[in-house]
T-cell receptor, first 112, second 111 residues
Framework: DAGVIQSPRHEVTEMGQEVTLRCKPI?????LFWYRQTMMRGLELLIY????????DSGMPEDRFSAKMPNASFSTLKIQPSEPRDSAVYFC??????????FGDGTRLSIL | ELKVEQNPLFLSMQEGKNYTIYCNYS?????LYWYRQDPGKSLESLFV?????AVKQEGRLMASLDTKARLSTLHITAAVHDLSATYFC???????????FGTGTSLTVIP
């Protein structure tokens, strides 16, 4: 299996721009998670989906962040407008019925 | 809210030595996971502990779970440099869904 695929791997953009991160979960997995990792705050769960339905988005920092999962094989995390404090590594992970979450390689986001 | 605490946060140890990383969590859960993260890399699943008393071993690492004490340990035997990484424990409150991650333990093994 190809594993969880995230794109882009690196993104550098200016403050105020829209940023879209993409994730393709492992085929057959029914849960998808978006995390953010920083030195200061560690690993934070932003939102997770079960069977393409958002279950808990309480970790989404503010309205500038939105996530969608239009089908079982694709999800996006969008930041609009972006701010320097959004700079972090964003991970997508997927799982199936309690098996361990499998993480993608992450997107390293830098907002200038 | 479920809280997961690891200690120590930072660990520097010499090659050949033994040490234990502790993971405490605040509410009932029967599933605990250990992950490894190398610098600049993703998180890799190491162990899945699914019941009280579960013990798993892989090479120089051994993980155990005591659900009554809400405690998991990751024991390192005769450390080698290749084990240098950050280790996370995670607990899921509701089976198969949201994970709660610990703060991580940054391990450095010194030759």
């Amino acid at each position: 299996d190809a594993g969880v695929i995230q794109s882009p791997r690196h993104e550098v953009t200016e403050m105020g721009q829209e940023v879209t991160l993409r994730c393709k979960p492992i085929s057959g997995h029914n849960s998808l998670f978006w995390y953010r990792q920083t030195m200061m705050r560690g690993l934070e769960l932003l939102i997770y989906f079960n069977n393409n339905v958002p279950i808990d988005d309480s970790g989404m920092p503010e309205d500038r962040f939105s996530a969608k999962m239009p089908n079982a094989s694709f999800s996006t995390l969008k930041i609009q407008p972006s701010e320097p404090r959004d700079s972090a590594v964003y991970f997508c992970a997927s799982s199936f019925r309690g098996l361990p979450q499998h993480f993608g390689d992450g997107t390293r986001l830098s907002i200038l | 809210e479920l809280k997961v605490e690891q200690n120590p946060l930072f660990l520097s140890m010499q090659e050949g030595k033994n040490y234990t990383i502790y993971c405490n969590y605040s509410t009932t859960s029967d599933r605990l996971y250990w992950y490894r993260q190398d610098p600049g890399k993703s998180l890799e699943s190491l162990f899945v502990l699914l019941s009280n008393g579960a013990v798993k071993q892989e090479g120089r690492l051994m993980a155990s779970l005591d659900t009554k004490a809400r405690l998991s340990t990751l024991h390192i035997t005769a450390a080698v440099h290749d084990l240098s990484a950050t280790y996370f424990c995670a607990v899921d409150k509701y089976t198969g869904n949201q994970f709660y991650f610990g703060t991580g333990t940054s391990l450095t093994v010194i030759p």
